[in-house]
């Protein structure tokens, strides 16, 4: 496979992944601040744009602005908009329709395409409507992606993507909430943004606290947004990627030493001792979602640089010289 076709369908997997994911937090924290007068506005929209990384304006902050730039501002200097992951998305899709099929295209550049409309109804009537739509859209990409691409190196690409950002928001979700009471209503905030509050629910029981909040988004082997499985997923498709699931001195790649790292760590953990330094076990978490991809680019994305023969200037050299003569 070409290393730019691999690194499209990698961000493919990352931007639609991210236009989920903040999509599914916004509509969290939009419903919060309409139905609950007792949150500060402006407080809950900045406690989000950390959460997202996205710079911090000066002006005060409510429902209104916070949608504005989060969901709808193109080219957001401050982060990655809604917008802009769509965009992203579809500008890689584009460049890599050799390797996406048809319907994985034709869904990204329909959401795409009705992007402005629904921004202009959204800023109507709310945005309700326009984060139900990219959710939905999110999900029917990745139904499709699952149904026509083949198991092959461009669908694990694919999914690494979509795995290692799931990380990377899941850790930051939990990143928001460190230093809250273990009974505070905001880990059902945390929960419902990761479409894990029922899941969690039915796995213990209805009873709700922050040490179980954090170990079922953190450990959980079966939930399919926790961080332990989508590491797993990742790793699994890295093994998958370069076809010797069983190399006898272990990982030689960094990406995939990396990824077992920071698996094995949560993996043979005591759930005893998952609170103790959550922070700095975040913030690595976080580190290696970033250092996996810089692995991954130098690997996989980064072609080797254009080089002369040097023969050729020595010769054209001696041409010259010997006109002189």
């Given at each position: 496979?070409?290393?730019?076709?691999?690194?499209?369908?990698?961000?493919?997997?990352?931007?639609?992944?991210?236009?989920?994911?903040?999509?599914?937090?916004?509509?969290?924290?939009?419903?919060?601040?309409?139905?609950?007068?007792?949150?500060?506005?402006?407080?809950?929209?900045?406690?989000?744009?950390?959460?997202?990384?996205?710079?911090?304006?000066?002006?005060?902050?409510?429902?209104?602005?916070?949608?504005?730039?989060?969901?709808?501002?193109?080219?957001?200097?401050?982060?990655?908009?809604?917008?802009?992951?769509?965009?992203?998305?579809?500008?890689?899709?584009?460049?890599?329709?050799?390797?996406?099929?048809?319907?994985?295209?034709?869904?990204?550049?329909?959401?795409?395409?009705?992007?402005?409309?629904?921004?202009?109804?959204?800023?109507?009537?709310?945005?309700?409507?326009?984060?139900?739509?990219?959710?939905?859209?999110?999900?029917?990409?990745?139904?499709?992606?699952?149904?026509?691409?083949?198991?092959?190196?461009?669908?694990?690409?694919?999914?690494?993507?979509?795995?290692?950002?799931?990380?990377?928001?899941?850790?930051?979700?939990?990143?928001?909430?460190?230093?809250?009471?273990?009974?505070?209503?905001?880990?059902?905030?945390?929960?419902?943004?990761?479409?894990a509050h029922d899941t969690y629910l039915r796995t213990y029981r209805g009873v709700l606290d922050a040490g179980r909040v954090v170990e079922f988004m953190l450990l959980d082997r079966l939930f399919p947004r926790s961080v332990f499985f989508s590491l797993k997923l990742a790793e699994h498709s890295l093994d998958?990627?370069?076809?010797?699931?069983?190399?006898?001195?272990?990982?030689?790649?960094?990406?995939?030493?990396?990824?077992?790292?920071?698996?094995?760590?949560?993996?043979?953990?005591?759930?005893?001792?998952?609170?103790?330094?959550?922070?700095?076990?975040?913030?690595?978490?976080?580190?290696?979602?970033?250092?996996?991809?810089?692995?991954?680019?130098?690997?996989?994305?980064?072609?080797?640089?254009?080089?002369?023969?040097?023969?050729v200037g020595r010769y054209d050299a001696l041409v010259i010289e010997e006109g002189e003569i």
């Open positions: 496979m070409l290393a730019r076709n691999a690194e499209s369908l990698y961000w493919i997997g990352r931007y639609v992944e991210r236009a989920d994911d903040t999509a599914r937090i916004l509509d969290v924290t939009v419903h919060q601040l309409l139905e609950d007068s007792s949150v500060d506005p402006d407080h809950a929209s900045r406690t989000l744009l950390r959460v997202l990384g996205i710079q911090q304006p000066d002006h005060e902050l409510d429902v209104w602005s916070l949608t504005d730039l989060v969901a709808f501002r193109r080219d957001n200097p401050g982060g990655w908009s809604i917008f802009d992951s769509i965009s992203a998305a579809r500008e890689n899709a584009r460049g890599a329709r050799e390797v996406t099929s048809t319907e994985m295209w034709e869904c990204l550049n329909t959401t795409y395409n009705t992007l402005p409309e629904r921004v202009r109804a959204a800023k109507r009537l709310g945005p309700a409507e326009f984060l139900s739509y990219i959710e939905g859209r999110a999900a029917m990409f990745a139904g499709l992606a699952d149904s026509t691409l083949s198991r092959d190196d461009g669908y694990r690409f694919l999914l690494l993507g979509r795995a290692i950002e799931r990380v990377d928001m899941t850790v930051r979700l939990l990143l928001s909430r460190v230093g809250d009471s273990a009974s505070s209503p905001a880990w059902v905030t945390v929960l419902r943004s990761a479409g998958e990627l370069h076809h010797r699931a069983h190399n006898r001195v272990g990982a030689t790649a960094e990406a995939q030493r990396l990824l077992g790292r920071a698996r094995s760590e949560l993996e043979f953990l005591r759930p005893g001792e998952l609170l103790d330094s959550l922070e700095q076990r975040l913030a690595r978490l976080q580190k290696t979602c970033s250092d996996v991809g810089e692995a991954l680019a130098l690997e996989y994305f980064h072609a080797a640089p254009w080089v002369a023969w040097t023969d």
